[in-house]
């Protein structure tokens, strides 16, 4: 089992509908979940961020965490077509070494429908 | 916008040849990182780095081997190039525990594409 689980996709959306994006995780000590996006051929950039139980909500973005499920959650509100891209879930957790890693899923590849 | 700059962006190179990829930051992170990324597919972490002098490898074996002299600089270094290591590099940074609310953040610079004939 990865670490960090998500469905590849590619998952399709029309234009102004809701885009639901998932991810679970494998490790109960993890504190802290981030949300890149990354365009093709570009690096990732951070988008949303969560540390406690329940909804954060970013302008037309909310993520969702549920701890005791292990499940990181991002919604896109009226999903535009710039919003297609690869979206990676992060967690933060600790290494073999004793120190702070940061784990990434193989990301899902949104595609929004015009 | 995070300072961390990559250089070269572009690299096609012979086999057998040395090469260095440099990255910087200018944020004073203690953190930095390297991953390796082939089109379409998923991050791998080869090298990180939690302060001057330390470095561990990462997750997925790597031929490259990296310094860290200097807070700001991490540079990776291939010996002898193989057609094998042609991918996307891509160099992170994040601020330690405190310095910011965003917890282990990672930061991303711009990438090197390289290719190794």
């Known amino acids: 089992q990865k670490e960090v689980e998500q469905n590849s996709g590619p998952l399709s959306v029309p234009e102004g509908a809701i885009a639901s994006l998932n991810c679970t995780y494998s490790d109960r000590g993890s504190q802290s979940f981030f949300w890149y996006r990354q365009y093709s051929g570009k690096s990732p950039e951070l988008i949303m961020f969560?540390?406690?139980?329940g909804d954060k909500e970013d302008g037309r973005f909310t993520a969702q965490l549920n701890k005791a499920s292990q499940y990181v959650s991002l919604l896109i509100r009226d999903s535009q077509p710039s919003d297609s891209a690869t979206y990676l879930c992060a967690v933060n957790g600790v290494s073999n070494f004793g120190n702070e890693k940061l784990t990434f899923g193989t990301g899902t590849r949104l595609t929004i429908i015009p | 916008e995070a300072d961390i700059y990559q250089t070269p962006r572009y690299l096609v190179i012979g086999t057998g040849k040395k090469i260095t990829l440099e990255c910087s930051q200018t944020m004073g992170h203690d953190k930095m990182y390297w991953y390796q990324q082939d089109p379409g597919m998923e991050l791998h972490l080869i090298h990180y780095?939690?302060?001057?002098?330390?470095?561990e490898k990462g997750d997925l074996s790597s031929e490259s081997t990296v310094s860290r002299i200097r807070t700001e600089h991490f540079p990776l270094t291939l010996e002898s190039a193989r057609p094998s290591h042609t991918s996307q590099y891509l160099c992170?940074?994040?601020?330690?525990?405190?310095?910011?609310?965003?917890?282990?953040?990672?930061?991303f610079g711009p990438g090197t594409r390289l290719t190794v004939l």
């Open positions: 969560i540390y406690s139980n």
């Open positions: 780095s939690y302060g001057v002098n330390s470095t």
């Open positions: 992170a940074s994040s601020p330690r525990f405190g310095q910011t609310e965003k917890y282990n953040e990672q930061f």
